[in-house]
């Protein structure tokens, strides 16, 4: 079945580093990708996506470009704040069908000052 | 601009007692999903409705049950319940129309059991 594995941190960064969270994906057919951002305590909300090969989402300086050959799709920052701690989730969704969301165990990312 | 609603926000049961979550999808919106989030866990999909009916299900325990109704929103009834059914759950609303189906996620409905 569709499957996401992605780099599960704890990940601890200073203001203004550069981020990278990895996450690859088994699936069959070709499945749409997510990110997906959890803050404390909240539900979640979608940080960017992409839909087919070599498209690039972004979002709020985050970006993911989706590598058919790779079958990854790795979240980036260039300089990270204290506002972007949170959990940062990989999703695939199945196209047809459902489409219901397949996600990595989530990488909890805390930004110091 | 609206978002999912989910009520309540929050429910504490004892074992063997029962719960119902509801769920108010997006003006608009014909499909809904729920997924179940355990502590430090990622979001599992339980089950899913398009157009009132069901379209997909996943690891729904059979003491879950869920339906949408006419309205469209959606109720998650769950029975006989258990200390591992503490968890966070999420609902999530999408429109059918369009290249790609979004899902957008209510802020959950935090179950504990006690």
């Known amino acids: 079945g569709n499957s996401v594995t992605q780099m599960e941190g704890p990940v601890t960064l200073s203001e203004e580093a550069f981020l990278t969270i990895n996450c690859t994906y088994t699936a069959t057919g070709y499945p749409s990708l997510f990110w997906y951002v959890q803050y404390p305590g909240e539900g979640l909300q979608l940080l960017l996506k992409?839909?087919?090969?070599?498209d690039k989402g972004s979002n709020k300086g985050f970006e993911a470009t989706y590598r058919k050959e790779t079958t990854s799709f790795h979240l980036e920052k260039g300089s990270v704040q204290v506002s972007d701690s949170a959990v940062y989730f990989c999703?695939?969704?199945?196209?047809?069908?459902?489409?219901?969301?397949?996600f990595g165990k989530g990488t909890k990312l805390t930004v110091n000052p | 601009a609206a978002g999912v609603i989910q009520s309540p926000r929050h429910l504490i049961k004892e074992k063997r007692e029962t719960a119902t979550l509801k769920c108010y999808p997006i003006p608009r919106h014909d499909t809904v999903y729920w997924y179940q989030q355990g502590p430090g866990q990622d979001p599992q999909f339980l089950i899913s409705f398009y157009e009132k009916m069901q379209s997909d299900k996943g690891s729904i325990p059979d003491r879950f049950s869920a339906q949408q109704f006419s309205d469209y929103h959606s109720e998650l009834n769950m029975s006989s319940l258990e200390l591992g059914d503490s968890a966070l759950y999420f609902c999530a609303s999408s429109q059918t129309s369009g290249r790609m189906r979004e899902q957008y996620f209510g802020p959950g409905t935090r179950l504990t059991v006690t």
């Open positions: 999703a695939l969704s199945d196209q047809g069908g459902s489409e219901k969301l397949v």
């Open positions: 992409a839909t087919k090969a070599d």
